[in-house]
Each structure stands twice: as C-alpha cells, then as structure tokens.
C-alpha cells in the first residue's frame, strides 16, 4: 500500500521504485515528477534516489526525452523567431582553456545570425564564460530578456547569465546532483544541457563535446554517447543540432583562467591567436552559420580582416563593458620550467585546469568568487621541442600562498621525452555527428 | 577535485561515488558517514542517494557489519549484564496476525529468562506489538531505563518503546528509506534491525524471518538470505543469534487487529488457542530458552498450567495496564461469506493485512492512530472445509464506511476449490538457521 498523496497523480516513491527496479517510467510518472519536485512536493532526498536510481538504471530515448520536455515545461521558454535573424547557439560540455564562445559569438554575428548564448556560472575547472567576461571591467552579465533581445536585434550576439526562469527544474536538479554523486549520468546530463538550450529557443544548436582527461567525459564511447543522446534530443524538439566530438586531453590554446584566456580570445578577433583556438572556432562557426542557412561563408576572413573584432566590441560595450580598458594582472607569478631537453610529449589537461583552479581561476562552491587574474599560461604545446630549464608554465595568482598545491598538482602533468619523440596523434576535431 | 571538506574526514559526494561505482566502503569511511549524518553533515539528499547504491549495488558481510556498529556506535547501549536472569529477546520481521510476542514474552519469563522487548511502532499491513497492547485500558508503553530494568528484574518481561536514545542513526535511516523507496535492500533492513536489538543489549536473539505474501520477504531466497546476515551480525557482535524461517502465506491466528490479537493472545496464554499461534510461540520460546542456558525446559506445560497467564498479569499490571478489563469492540461489523461448497485452499495473508489495515488497525503515516478494535476474525484457515454461505471472515471497524475498500482488498484473497482439495503444503517452520 502506499501512504495518502492527496490530490497528487503519483506518490514519490512508487515512481523512485519502478526506476530501481529497471522499469521505464510513463510519460505521466516524469511529467509528474519534474513538476512535483520544481513545486516541493517530491523532497530532495526523493529526487536523490531517483537520480541515483537514474544513473544505475538508465533511461530510454523516450525517457530521456520526455525528461528534457517537463524541465523545459517547468518554466518560460524564450521565442525568437520575431527576431529579423535567424538564431544559432553553441554549447560546450566545458574543457581547460576553452574561450572558443568569447571570440565564436561575435563571429558567428558578423554574419547577420544572431547567437543567444545563456551561460551557467563556472564550477569546478573548466571555468564559465561568465567569468571570463566578468574579467572586462564593466562588463555584466545579467540581462532582462527585452536587453537581451534588443542587443540580438542590434548587435546579433549576446552572452549572458541563463535568468532563473529558464527550465527551473534543472536549477534544482543540478545543484542536487552536484552534493548527491549523481553528476555522471548521461541522460540527466544530456537532459539538463538541452532542457536549457531548446527552452532558450535558438534555431540551430552546435555541440562541442569534448573528451579527454580535462574533460568530463574521459573516453571517446561516453563522449560519442552524450552527443548522439543530445543530438537526438534537440533533433525531436525540431533544433538544427550538429555536434562535434573534440579533444581536450591537452589544454586549448596557451591559457586557461579568465583574464588571461580574455586575452587569447582578443588575438584570435585580431587575426591571431593560438592555431588549435582558431581551428575550432572557424570549425563551429561553419556548422552554426550552415545550421542557420549559410552553408558558404567564410568565417576565417571575419577575423582576419577585423569585422569579428568590430562585433566584438559593439557586444562588450552593449553590456557596459570597456573593450579598451586593460584587464586586470596578478599580483605574483611563479614560472615552471622545463626539466630536460627533449619533446614535449604530454600537457595534461585536468593537471592545468585544477591547478589554475587552485591558483583561484575557478570557484569550489557556487557562493564563491573567482580572481579574474588568476591562471595558467602555457608556453609550449605538445610536439614542441623545449631545451632543459626553458618557462613551460607561468603560474599567475593574487594569493601566492596557494603556489604550492598548485605545483603539486601539475607534478605529473608534464612528460619531456628524448628528441626525436613525438606525441601521440591526436586530431583536434575527432567526429562529427548529427 | 572535490569541495572544501573543513575539518570533517571525509567529503559525502566521495563516499556516495565509491558505493555508486560497486567500491567496498572502507570502515573509516561507513564510520564517518553514519555519524556525519546522525551529526546533520551529511544530508538527507546525500544519504539518500548513497541509500539507493547501497541497495542497487550492495555491500559485503565487512560493511554490513561495520555499518550496524557504526549505527549502534551513534547512541547509547543499554547493559544488562548486572541483572540476576540471562536475557532472550525475539524479533520477527513482522507478519499479518502475528502477535507471538504477547504470549512469548511472559512465557519465557516464567522460566526466569528475563525478556527486554523493545518495540517500533507499527507502519504497514504488519501491525506493531504496542498498537494490540495500547488496546489494554491503561497500559502504557514509555518505560525509562530504570524502570524497564526494575521491571526485568521483579517481573521478567517487559514490551515497551525503544527510547530516542538506541542507534539514532537507525531511526533517521529508517524514516529516510520509507520515503526514497530505499527499504527493500537486505543489508539496510539486516543492519536496521541488528542496530538495534545489539544496542538493546540482549544475550540471545531469536529471529522470527517470514516469507510469504504477507511478509516483507516475498520469497524464501531472500527471507534465508536475510537471515543468515542477521544471524551473522548477531555472532559477529557477541550476541547468541538464531533465525527461524516461518510461512506467512496466510495469516497468523485467527484475528488481524489489535485488540482482537490481544483476546487471541490471551487464549494461548490460557492454554488454548488457535494451533498455529502456540506451535510457533512454543518453538521460539524454546530457542529463547535454549540460548538462555535452559535447553531442557518444557514452555508448553507453562501455558497449559497458568504459569505464563500469572506472568502475563504481572507484566501487564507493572505498566499500568489492568489485565482484567474489557478489551475494546468495533461499533460495526460486516461479514464475509463462503461463495460455495468446498475445501478453503488460500486464504491470503497480504490481503488480509491491508484490509485489516484499511478498516483501522494500522497506519499509513507515523502521526495517524490506530482503531484498537478494528481487525478481521478468520473463521476458517487453508485446508478447513467450507459450506457455502457460512461466514468465512469478519471485519471490524468503528468506520463503516471503509468496509467497501477492506472488502475490494478482499475479493482475490480466497480459493475455494472442490470437495477432496488440499491447500499448497506449506509447514509453519520452514527452517531454522543458525
């Protein structure tokens, strides 16, 4: 028997049990249950069990989709097709070093799309948009939907905070699972990833799902299955969806924290910039202006001649940012050199992206601040050939204090090997699937 | 990397992930997370998460064992052992009709084994030992330690509530699972109960494991299977354990129902009573007994002679209660009738208890009460031959207006097959493991 639910369609933990037990859930019990736990009524530790039932058990493509379809439901969901552009978006499952939205939306606007990036704060060390941008004095990331869509009209790209009333279920969800051991779950990550972007309403989606040790996905089979789960996902919800499987077993670029990776961002708009930055921008911003009926440009020549740029800074200065200002520099940096001659045969990506979280690049807990000074620049890539006692790394921080760990946590993060040695291959765009 | 953790061992989300991934816990970490959470550091959403690996992902004899200690280890354990008698307690996981405790307690007291029965509240179609006895006007269930000890040693017996103090992690444990569909997993019942009855401080042990439709247990796999971990922990712990396995295809008796458990108890204490009830109370008793130092005692002759009745009375006086008073009756009755000559071959025990249950006797909710006289009367047992038309059960309830629902709970419960028929065999002892 089960206890009085009252006027409620389904008791909690009939639906918790028919999960453990491998059945599949109806389209009722997840509709009931999203909306229960947005209103209170299924309790924390109801949806705890759940979601580790979840992961355990897995769901169906049906599931998972009705999933994504009742956290989309549980809030406002945001219409842009009055919009004289048509609407592309990226998403990234996050990486070291990964500034590819900071210099891809204003690209990507150039050309007459509008880009609606909503961005979630940081956790954790691959960093969050937001923060980067909150690097650039006067910037801010909060916008009203009216800013946001007149700033889209205007300029064509905008990248700001996901407002509270964007699939809210998700926002409970999310900061559950952070606290519950029930992160790693594809069908609830792939569900909170698209609830998210299809409730933003953007007509194409473009997916960068990385893999590798500084991603969250550390195999080629999880990553491929993320994508293809999300793929299917905004293709039901009628998105354009591509994604593209990219590696992130090294850091992107030559640096990672927000300041610094702000910097980068601004060599690649001028024309320049680290090859593997641009290569992924040029590559997202092709799938993004196909996506929105623009099969032939040519995103390469928007940065080299300086339009990118110009959108750029009519996208900083909309939201009340100084695109001239200096940014900011810490107070101390520690340099790592190189312990041999050789190659350069391994970067570890997750070794940088903690110790630049460590240096404070990064928050632990949502209530925290991050340093917008504080990171990793990187001085040689793997392949490169690098003479004993030559910078590899440059620890920057306002808190030298944290030296330390941070060093300790790049011990094992560098592999020099004799010359002649060359690191395995390894393409920066692995698949692309639709 | 994981939050900050201050000055705590351990970070819950790691133990969560161990257990998630099918990692063996290590006794540092189920020490940690029993106390963190009795402590408020762990949270509901954290345990309940960890609840649900525990029981889709299981645990070994070492963590089951290091969890119960580590439940008992959260309160205070009562010591007995300066008492003049040796102690036997009995636990059963609980069946319909099953009111063996109200006659075995005295029964064994009588032969100077003292008795510490330390009880839950009953939620479900099982029932609970101080609901039938909260039908005897005045007899009340809150003892003190000091009283519950006077008591054991002038009397012998005493039932009452387990106090707040005995493995307060068991009681918020418990409470969590009922709500996270986390109940059904044998080391969180095993360890559930275990916690308890070592805390409670007995010498010996006796388990009373059901299996059956009316039983936790479904199957007899899995009633040995809980068996033999209880009786392992109870060895493990110093305590002299034995498990007895016992059908509950249909009910215990002839009467579901608080007070009308008492009036059948108090025929078995008489001398009398329904066989079934008196078999199983005279085998425990013996186990009792045996494990007690006293393997050679005769506890049938002590029904039959009015020895266990005088210990009754005693017992029931020592807490208030007047034992020769009126027992409560229902302001309605209804009754079921035979549909046609034949030989009773089912009568089943799940649905007996719910109706028994829906008509009053037990509740759905820790804060409902409880009708003391409401219940059924069974007027024939599997194996008995019936004439259509002659009442088979009676229901009894102050509220009326529940009988259709008791009786739609009702409509599958009995098989009467043709003349000459015979029931499943089924023995009441199916096995006893030690």
Redesign the interface.
């Known amino acids: 028997?089960s206890?009085?639910t009252g006027t409620e369609a389904f008791a909690?933990?009939d639906v918790?049990?028919r999960k453990?037990d491998g059945g599949e859930l109806s389209d009722a019990q997840i509709d009931w249950v999203i909306d229960a736990y947005t209103r209170g009524v299924v309790?924390?530790?109801?949806?705890?069990?759940?979601?580790?039932?979840v992961?355990?058990?897995g769901m169906t493509r049906r599931e998972i989709s009705r999933w994504t379809n009742a956290m989309i439901a549980s809030g406002e969901r945001l219409d842009f097709t009055g919009l004289r552009h048509p609407t592309a978006d990226k998403h990234s499952t996050g990486g070291v070093g990964d500034k590819i939205t900071l210099p891809l939306a204003p690209l990507v606007a150039t050309f007459g799309v509008a880009v609606p990036q909503l961005s979630g704060r940081g956790l954790?060390?691959t960093g969050g948009t937001l923060d980067k941008l909150e690097s650039i004095p006067g910037w801010r990331a909060g916008l009203s939907t009216s800013e946001m869509t007149a700033q889209l009209d205007d300029v064509g790209a905008v990248i700001c905070a996901a407002g509270a009333g964007l699939a809210p279920a998700d926002r409970l969800l999310y900061a559950?699972r952070d606290?519950?051991?029930?992160v790693e779950s594809i069908p609830l990550i792939a569900s909170s990833i698209m609830s998210k972007k299809i409730a933003e309403g953007t007509g194409t989606l473009v997916l960068d799902v990385k893999v590798g040790t500084g991603a969250f996905m550390k195999t080629e089979d999880s990553a491929r299955e993320l994508a293809r789960t999300m793929v299917d996902l905004g293709t039901d919800a009628g998105v354009h969806t591509v994604a593209l499987l990219t590696d992130m077993s090294t850091p992107l670029g030559l640096t990672a924290g927000n300041a610094l990776e702000v910097r980068e961002s601004l060599e690649v708009l001028a024309g320049g910039g680290p090859p593997d930055v641009v290569e992924l921008t040029v590559a997202l911003a092709r799938e993004m202006l196909a996506g929105a009926g623009l099969p032939d440009v040519d995103p390469a020549g928007a940065l080299a001649d300086g339009r990118a740029m110009d959108t750029w800074r009519r996208m900083i200065t909309a939201q009340g940012g100084d695109p001239s200002a200096g940014l900011p520099v810490a107070r101390e940096t520690h340099t790592l050199l190189a312990p041999a001659d050789g190659v350069l045969v391994r970067l570890d990506a997750l070794a940088v992206g903690?110790a630049a979280?460590r240096l404070g690049a990064g928050r632990?807990?949502k209530e925290d601040t991050v340093q917008a000074a504080a990171g990793i620049e990187i001085h040689a890539k793997p392949g490169a050939v690098v003479r004993g006692g030559e910078p590899l790394l440059t620890l920057h921080t306002d808190t030298p204090g944290r030296f330390p760990a941070a060093l300790a946590d790049l011990a094992d993060a560098i592999t020099v090997a004799p010359a002649g040695s060359q690191p395995p291959h390894r393409p920066l765009i692995i698949d692309r699937i639709v």
């Open positions: 028997m206890s009085g909690a933990v918790i049990v453990r309790a924390h530790e109801q949806m705890a069990a759940l979601a580790m039932a992961l355990l058990n954790g060390h559950l606290v519950t051991g029930t903690v979280w632990a807990r």
